[in-house]
Nanobody, 118 residues
Framework: VQLQASGGGLVQAGGSLRLSCTAS????????MGWFRQAPGKEREFVAA????????NYADSVKGRFTISKDNIRNTMDLQMNSLKPEDTAVYYC????????????WGQGTLVTVSS
């Protein structure tokens, strides 16, 4: 599976951005997906995840209620709608995929930079 993330940019605090991840390769409907982020000088951290068919989602406490993850198995895309952005959300955001039943994310996109100004 090849993944490509897009949609990053510069936004003021309180604003919104929508990230997209486009997949190509093996059946997207059998891949569970997630978003991770890495801020400057920090380790990569989990942001959100969605099951292969989109029926189950999970969020980091820091983004719960502000971010929404979604998956479209027809268009082979996954989105992250980010609202009420904060400066601490500034990071490079990566989309990732894992095979159903495998806890490890094996597929990674190249990352897209989100910068939130105060």
């Amino acid at each position: 599976v090849q993944l490509q993330a897009s949609g990053g940019g510069l936004v003021q605090a309180g604003g919104s951005l929508r990230l997209s991840c486009t997949a190509s390769g093996r059946a997207f409907s059998r891949i569970s997906m997630g978003w991770f982020r890495q801020a400057p000088g920090k380790e990569r951290e989990f942001v959100a995840a969605i099951s292969s068919r989109g029926g189950a989602t999970n969020y980091a406490d820091s983004v719960k209620g502000r971010f929404t993850i979604s998956k479209d198995n027809i268009r082979n895309t996954m989105d992250l709608q980010m609202n009420s952005l904060k400066p601490e959300d500034t990071a490079v955001y990566y989309c990732a995929g894992r095979n159903v039943g495998d806890p490890r994310y094996d597929y990674w996109g190249q990352g897209t930079l989100v910068t939130v100004s105060s």
